[in-house]
């Protein structure tokens, strides 16, 4: 079964553009979370997206955006770059079947280099 | 806000010894615990999940969950060098299916062949 993809793999940007990246979560997967990944803040959750509704948010500015479709392709948009969104994108998808606990599989990520 | 805390390391042993690395959260409601191993320009991949007080083995790996202690740690029997990553410590307050992590920042193991 093919995993957790991503795309693109890298990036450079410069300050005040825009980014869509994109994330396939594992087939069957319905859940799909994204983090940001840096040195200084290490692995910080972003949102998660589960049939098309974002149903968790973390603690980002609103310039963070994302949003999941019909097949659970998920993409997320930052808008208006700043040098500190210079981070690892990590997408990870989830079966969620239920109320039990569930195991999240990470993508490659994304970098991205903002100049 | 809730946190959870991790010693970065590096933490070095020499091959076949037991690796232990531990890790603190706060909020008492969390539900389940994960330890996550990242190579160096890789992503996060899990090796241990624990939900409930005691000891789960998995092979080589032993996590360990005290949540009266709030305390979640890792056993990493026999190491080798292939096990030199930074484990990464994760906890949902979910006891359910959804996919909001909390992360450590993650300890650097080094095991010297």
């Known amino acids: 079964k093919a995993g957790v993809t991503q795309t693109p793999r890298y990036l450079i940007k410069t300050r005040g553009q825009q980014v869509t990246l994109s994330c396939s979560p594992i087939s069957g997967h319905r859940s799909v979370s994204w983090y940001q990944q840096t040195p200084g803040q290490g692995l910080q959750f972003l949102f998660e997206y589960f049939s098309e509704t974002q149903r968790n948010k973390g603690n980002f500015p609103g310039r963070f955006s994302g949003r999941q479709f019909s097949n659970s392709r998920s993409e997320m948009n930052v808008s208006t770059l700043e040098l500190g969104d210079s981070a690892l994108y990590l997408c990870?998808?989830?079966?969620?079947?239920?109320?039990?606990?569930?195991?999240?599989?990470f993508g490659p990520g994304t970098r991205l280099t903002v100049l | 806000q809730k946190e959870v805390e991790q010693n970065s390391g590096p933490l070095s042993v020499p091959e076949g010894a037991i690796a232990s690395l531990n890790c603190t959260y706060s909020d008492r409601g969390s539900q389940s615990f994960f330890w996550y191993r990242q190579y160096s320009g890789k992503s996060p991949e899990l090796i241990m999940s624990i939900y409930s007080n005691g000891d789960q083995e998995d092979g080589r790996f032993t996590a360990q969950l005290n949540k009266a202690s709030q305390y979640v740690s890792l056993l990493i029997r026999d190491s080798q060098p292939s096990d030199s990553a930074t484990y990464l410590c994760a906890v949902s307050l979910y006891g359910g299916s959804q996919g909001n992590l909390i992360f450590g920042k993650g300890t650097k193991l080094s095991v010297k062949p």
């Open positions: 990870a998808s989830s079966l969620n079947l239920g109320p039990r606990p569930d195991t999240q599989y």
